[in-house]
Nanobody, 124 residues
Framework: QVQLVESGGASVEAGGSLRLSCAGT????????MAWFRQVPGKEREGVAA???????KYASNVKGRFTISEDTAENTLHLQMNSLRPEDTAMYYC??????????????????WGQGTQVTVSS
């Protein structure tokens, strides 16, 4: 049974940094793509960043240059380093894994497994 468990969410002031982590267990085969999404109440889930197993990455335009996605394959852990945080980054952040993918995608339709989320709150 696949489980994704996020951690690292917190309340920070604008301009601050956070590092989110996602520990994955139960995979029979390494997922081809992993990604971070975020959602605020009343809005659709938004793709933030994705990484393919060969290291290719993709970022949403509103986080590019501020956020960095990385993967520790030895620990089966996905990270999201978030710098220069803004109030509009406030959301529940979710980790996701796709069994197969052709390229890193930030479309939620591509992903098979989801974590429960970790809350990030950025105050102005």
């Amino acid at each position: 049974q696949v489980q994704l468990v996020e951690s690292g969410g917190a309340s920070v002031e604008a301009g601050g940094s956070l590092r989110l982590s996602c520990a994955g267990t139960g995979f029979t085969h390494k997922p081809q793509c992993m990604a971070w999404f975020r959602q605020v109440p009343g809005k659709e889930r938004e793709g933030v960043a994705a990484i393919e197993s060969d290291g290719d990455t993709k970022y949403a335009s509103n986080v590019k240059g501020r956020f960095t996605i990385s993967e520790d394959t030895a620990e089966n852990t996905l990270h999201l380093q978030m710098n220069s945080l803004r109030p509009e980054d406030t959301a529940m952040y979710y980790c996701a894994a796709a069994k197969d993918c052709l390229w890193p995608s930030i479309s939620h339709y591509e992903y098979d497994y989801w974590g429960q989320g970790t809350q990030v709150t950025v105050s102005s």
